[in-house]
């Protein structure tokens, strides 16, 4: 099986991040789906495993493991309300992730990482849809400059390890992900899961359930199993450097209440829906395009939106105990 940089044979995957949203969606795929390939092995890491901001730590991992290919998804992560709360940290976290992963995946001569920004990266003032090209053509949105300055250090590391040793490091430009083994927690998590968590609990409570903001802001949300099924494409199939956007279409676009009421349908809760102004929009849109994508795969297709968030919703009741919240 030909991979990038001529290797051939067997193939180690390391996938960093490996217990999260996104990783546990890649195991899923790979493990219950039979999506793997019987040349590959695959290892999913914790924060167990190593605390990646810790060169040694992530040296010795890649040293015991020796992949041949990484992906890279560990990270400081956070729904708006945490990045407005905490952005130094998110900044220094993920600086300190990034640098280690990648220069412990050349130490080792890895021969391709696919690691991961996101689309809240972009420049908050830009023409739409936003597209590859755009990522360092200004500030991103102040809400969350730490994340996203650290996210866009990545696609720099990439085209200077290119540069310098010609290695196959590329990043993928995931839209808003949910789905199973989110973290759901009110506070700090994204919101999807927040809302979900919030109408569980308003239904159990019998209270109303309150959406934060105005509810106009809009969003492109991407199921987890669809963006797990894309990122094994770029591992095996996507051969350039440059960053590619993984997002369901413009068209698929909803506000924030059109959102909230899904969830509401969902988990078919029959109490009041309130909006409180005081809370922050955050950034108004981000609207992203999936051309570049769809150019590669043209037949591509996603789990409807409703479908992907019922199964959410149906995992955290199942899950309730256990879930992160
Ligand atoms: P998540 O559910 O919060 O999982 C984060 C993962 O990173 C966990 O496996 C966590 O390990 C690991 N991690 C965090 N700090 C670490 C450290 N210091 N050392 C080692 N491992 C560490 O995040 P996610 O939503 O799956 O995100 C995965 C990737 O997708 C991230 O790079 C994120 O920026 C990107 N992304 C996410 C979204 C979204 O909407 N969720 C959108 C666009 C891009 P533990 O489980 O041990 O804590
Ligand atoms: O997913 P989220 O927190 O982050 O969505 P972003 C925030 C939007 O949802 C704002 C509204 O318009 C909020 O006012 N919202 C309504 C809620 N109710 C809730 C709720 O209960 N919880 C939350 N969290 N929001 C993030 C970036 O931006 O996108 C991160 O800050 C990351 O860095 C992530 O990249 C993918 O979509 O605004």
Known sequence: MEYPGGHTGAVKVLVTGGSGLVGKAIQHVVKEDGQGREEEEWIFLSSKDANLMNMEETRAVFQK????????????????????????????????INDNVLQAAHEVGAVKVVSCLSTCIFPDKTTYPIDETMIHNGPPHQSNFGYSYAKRMIDVHNRACFQQYGHCYTAVIPTNVFGPHDNFSVEDGHVLPGLIHKTYLAQKEGKPLVVWGSGTPRRQFIYSLDLARLFLWVLR?????????????????????????????SLDFQGEVLYDTSKSDGQFKKTASNIKLLRYLPNLTFTPFTQALKDTCDWFVANYDTARK
Do not use: C, Q
């Open 65 to 96: 493991h020796k992949p041949t290919h990484v992906i890279h998804l560990a990270a400081m992560v956070g729904g708006l309300f945490k990045n407005m709360r905490v952005n130094l940290d998110f900044w220094r976290n993920n600086v300190f």
């Open 237 to 265: 199939e996507y051969n350039e450097v440059d960053p590619i956007i993984l997002s369901v279409g413009e068209e698929e676009e909803v506000s924030i209440k059109e959102a909230a009421e899904a969830v509401v349908k």
